[in-house]
């Protein structure tokens, strides 16, 4: 079992930026792609990146391309979510997340392993 713990949410402007971090801790953490989901109230919990568990791949919704950029280090077991030019649709409950097994998984259904979720707030 893995424990996933994210760190860096907060209020910010629109057009700002945050950094979010995700520590994981109890399964080889190279061994496993990383995703980061997010959910706003009354919707669903969607996908917004995931990386390869060497970091040479990474994959983005649409709504996120080109501001978001997802990076890990191996060595610090952790996971990474610059977020730039944030706008008052990004605001959620971020989530990382790993999936149950090896390989690249975009949907939720697919990941096994939760942190507590950070809150990020854009105001506009």
């Known amino acids: 079992q893995v424990q996933l713990v994210e760190s860096g949410g907060g209020l910010v402007q629109a057009g700002g930026s945050l950094r979010l971090s995700c520590a994981a801790s109890?399964?080889?953490?190279?061994?496993?792609?990383m995703g980061w989901f997010r959910q706003a109230p009354g919707k669903e919990r969607e996908f917004v990146t995931v990386i390869s568990r060497l970091g040479y791949s990474a994959y983005y919704a649409d709504s996120v391309k080109g501001r978001f950029t997802i990076s890990r280090d191996n060595a610090k077991n952790t996971v990474y979510l610059q977020m730039n030019s944030l706008k008052p649709e990004d605001t959620a409950v971020y989530y990382c997340?790993?999936?149950?097994?090896?390989?690249?998984?975009?949907?939720?259904?697919?990941?096994?392993?939760w942190g507590q979720g950070t809150q990020v707030t854009v105001s506009s």
């Open positions: 997340a790993t999936p149950y097994r090896p390989g690249i998984w975009t949907s939720a259904t697919d990941f096994g392993s």
């Open positions: 109890g399964r080889t953490f190279s061994s496993y792609a």
